[in-house]
């Protein structure tokens, strides 16, 4: 079993950064892949980024690369987001979630969730 809390969101200009994290409890916390998905007024949850669970092979949705950061350290089971060069597009619900599987960007895939962290771009 593993909990997940986020953490970082908030409102920020377009341009501007955040950095997003994601507490895991639970012992087994590294041999899950670890993602992160988003949520927009008015869309579906939509695949952000993922880790494989030894931290060394991650995938990004293409709205996001070169912008985004996924990064993990299994020592404090933490996932963490950087989100740079964010723009009013970015904007949603921002949620960790934890999975068995690797390539998987189906929401339906990952088993454990946060509850999510509001991130705004204003323009």
């Known amino acids: 079993q593993v909990q997940l809390v986020e953490s970082g969101g908030g409102l920020v200009q377009a341009g501007g950064s955040l950095r997003l994290s994601c507490a895991a409890s639970g012992r087994t916390f590294n041999t899950y892949t670890m993602a992160w998905f988003r949520q927009g007024p008015g869309k579906e949850r939509e695949f952000v980024a993922a880790q494989r669970w030894s931290g060394g092979i991650v995938d990004y949705a293409d709205s996001v690369k070169g912008r985004f950061t996924i990064s993990r350290d299994n020592t404090k089971n933490t996932v963490f987001l950087q989100l740079n060069s964010l723009k009013p597009e970015d904007t949603g619900v921002y949620y960790c979630?934890?999975?068995?599987?690797?390539?998987?960007?189906?929401?339906?895939?990952?088993?454990?969730w946060g509850r999510g962290t509001q991130v705004t771009v204003s323009s």
């Open positions: 979630a934890g999975g068995t599987a690797w390539g998987q960007t189906d929401p339906s895939r990952y088993t454990y």
